[in-house]
């Protein structure tokens, strides 16, 4: 079991031109009870005060499992005053073999005033070597966003559940993915979230035998957290993207319409509740009626198959957990581009 991260505290301040410099200080004399480890350089972007201590939290937990070269960015960007703040520090946890400490080193800076025009040069002069480079940009983006940091970033992860207006934030996503001559992997938070409630429901349809119900759907229920709406509205795009429905107008953003391959139409009804971000699914093909829902026991999906009324006996399937840590955790755990995530988006993008 993985230990708990020693070290929260900002560290050491220092001067921005001497970063690289104090860093091999911090690591001097120290090769023998620890080991520095950097998979990766994961930089952290965000303009909500106090986020430089929070996301140093973060970073120590995400650390535990994916070594890196953490670069941690809080930026008040309505500040008269223009300036930054920079410290170096380093999460330690002790090895699987309880024989040394395992570190990953932090870079954090506080930028006062020029945010967007202060960001490229402070992330791209702190990168390790050639490492992959992976952006976490929290909250909304700008409009412009500085071309140059594009091309030197290989993933992309936001959460478009924390946007106001998701038709305008995507084109400013889809924007940095032109601009990065489609290199750039975009990776939505609010797509992971729906990750184990879509494996679920797609198990139901894996045999050949099953495939015939798919061309069946006529009815779907997605029960939905409050604020958790543009998640339904994903979960909705994968099933029109994989099936190849084509999304009709409706009157009520609560009762969506699609018509299906054969012309088929299918009715999607969104309905908020407590519970799960993508709480319970309900999908009616034929005289069938598939059920995925968050057990009342824990961070676990019952699945069942039955004819609508029935009460069948459900099986277990894990759900995940949606903090922060664990989304992330899950993302950097991945390789490869999203291809599936942009066609969703694609398939609902008139209706959000």
Partial sequence: MPAAAEIYSLGAPVEIGSIEKELKKLWQGREGAMTRASLMNLAVYSEEAGSLNKNTQLMAKIAENHACRAIVIEADCRSEENRVGAWISAHCHVSRTGKKQVCSEQISFLLKGGCTTQLPSIIL??????????????????????AQLWEWVDRFIYDSHDWKDFPAQMALVETAHREAKQRLVLCDLNWTRVDHVRFALAQFFDHPASHHRLAKISKVRIDFAPAFRSTAFLFTGWLGAQLDWQPEKTS?????????????????????????????????????????????????????????????????????????VNLMSEELMRGGPHHVYLRAVNCVRDLL
């Avoid at 609560?254 to 319970?280: C, M, N, Y």
Wanted: proline share 8%.
């Fill in 125 to 146: 002069s702190n990168l390790d070597s050639d490492l992959p480079f992976y952006l976490w940009w929290q909250g909304e983006l700008h409009d412009p966003m500085d």
């Fill in 252 to 324: 009520s953003p609560d009762k969506l319409r699609f018509t299906g391959r054969a012309g088929r139409t299918v009715e999607v009804e969104l309905r908020e509740r407590e519970g799960q971000p993508i709480h319970e699914i309900a999908l009616t093909a034929g005289d069938a009626e598939f059920l995925v829902t968050h057990a009342e026991c824990g961070d676990l999906l019952e699945v069942s198959r039955g004819k609508p009324g029935e009460n069948p006996i459900p099986q277990l399937m894990p759900a995940g957990k949606h903090d922060s």
